[in-house]
């Protein structure tokens, strides 16, 4: 069982930076993929990046080289570092976890956050 809380959210200027954390409780967490998935109003949740175990990161084509996904295992936790936020970034922002999994759509995870609220001003 792994239960995830979501931070750092908030209102922010185009072109701002914030950088979201995803605070996990549960036994081996290190071993799993954890991704980070955006909901706007009216579209669907889509993926924006995410870290297996190994460290290895991906990323969807919008965000890449704006967003960072880390992880720091002793503290239980991934980090999205987004830098040059767009108006188009704005979105509820959700972490999730799974194992064994590629990691790209929302079914594959077993595990996920409530969210946290990221909006960018033009």
């Known amino acids: 069982q792994v239960h995830l809380v979501e931070s750092g959210g908030g209102l922010v200027q185009a072109g701002d930076s914030l950088r979201l954390s995803c605070a996990a409780s549960?036994?081996?967490?290190?071993?799993?993929?954890v991704g980070w998935f955006r909901q706007a109003p009216g579209k669907e949740r889509e993926f924006v990046a995410a870290?297996?175990?190994?460290?290895?990161?991906y990323y969807t084509d919008s965000v890449k080289g704006r967003f960072t996904i880390s992880r720091d295992n002793a503290k239980n936790t991934v980090y999205l570092e987004m830098n040059s936020l767009k108006p188009e970034d704005t979105a509820v922002y959700y972490c999730?976890?799974?194992?064994?999994?590629?990691?790209?759509?929302?079914?594959?995870?077993?595990?996920w956050g409530q969210g946290t609220q990221v909006t960018v001003s033009s």
């Open positions: 999730a976890a799974g194992q064994y999994i590629i990691g790209v759509t929302p079914s594959e995870y077993g595990y």
């Open positions: 549960g036994r081996a967490f290190s071993t799993y993929t």
């Open positions: 870290i297996r175990w190994s460290g290895y990161t």
